[in-house]
């Protein structure tokens, strides 16, 4: 009996370092942008994907079959609009965005998810997702005068996929 749960655990062990292997640094990216932190200086978006990777850990086998990718980046959007990290004062192109534009934008245009995945996943009509997203593009393609360095097509250019 000890023999099966060492193995099994070691199989999941094995599995989950791959999935880290190959998500950790998008997810890593997404939180950056969630928290609107600089790439190289960015506490609270590390503390938020290790919040977002235990999570998917410790369901890591519920249910079968289910996108482990798609548990931790719904951990990350719901965590962080649920959070009270975006009461601190963003830098960066996307600080001039209220969090859930820039929770919107990224899931939409970095993430690439569809209005009624993002709605879904927000708990969001479809319609309001994509108000959310039009006007968060168009703050930072012009932004309020003195608010932001201004980013331009640059920035979405960056955050498409």
Request: aromatic share 4%; net charge negative; proline share 7%.
């Given at each position: 009996m000890r023999d099966r749960r060492g193995v099994r655990d070691a199989r999941r062990?094995?599995?989950?370092?791959?999935?880290?292997?190959?998500?950790?640094?998008?997810?890593?990216?997404?939180?950056?942008?969630?928290?609107?932190?600089?790439?190289?200086?960015?506490?609270?978006a590390r503390r938020l994907l290790t919040r977002a990777l235990a999570h998917t850990y410790a369901h890591w086998d519920h249910p079968p079959g289910e996108d482990p990718y798609d548990r931790a980046r719904g951990h990350l959007a719901t965590h962080y609009a649920h959070a009270v990290w975006h009461r601190s004062r963003?830098?960066?192109?996307?600080?001039?965005?209220?969090?859930?534009?820039?929770?919107?934008?990224?899931?939409?245009?970095?993430?690439?998810?569809?209005?009624?995945?993002?709605?879904?996943?927000?708990?969001?009509?479809?319609?309001?997702?994509?108000?959310?997203?039009?006007?968060?593009?168009?703050?930072?393609?012009h932004p309020p005068p003195g608010a932001v360095p201004r980013a331009g097509g640059p920035l979405l250019r960056r955050l498409q996929p």
């Open positions: 062990a094995q599995e989950f370092g791959g999935f880290i292997a190959g998500a950790a640094g998008r997810l890593l990216l997404t939180a950056t942008l969630l928290t609107a932190e600089a790439p190289d200086a960015n506490p609270r963003p830098h960066g192109p996307l600080a001039a965005l209220s969090p859930r534009e820039r929770l919107v934008l990224v899931l939409r245009l970095y993430e690439g998810l569809a209005d009624e995945q993002t709605a879904a996943l927000l708990g969001l009509p479809a319609d309001r997702v994509r108000a959310l997203c039009d006007r968060a593009t168009a703050t930072v393609l």
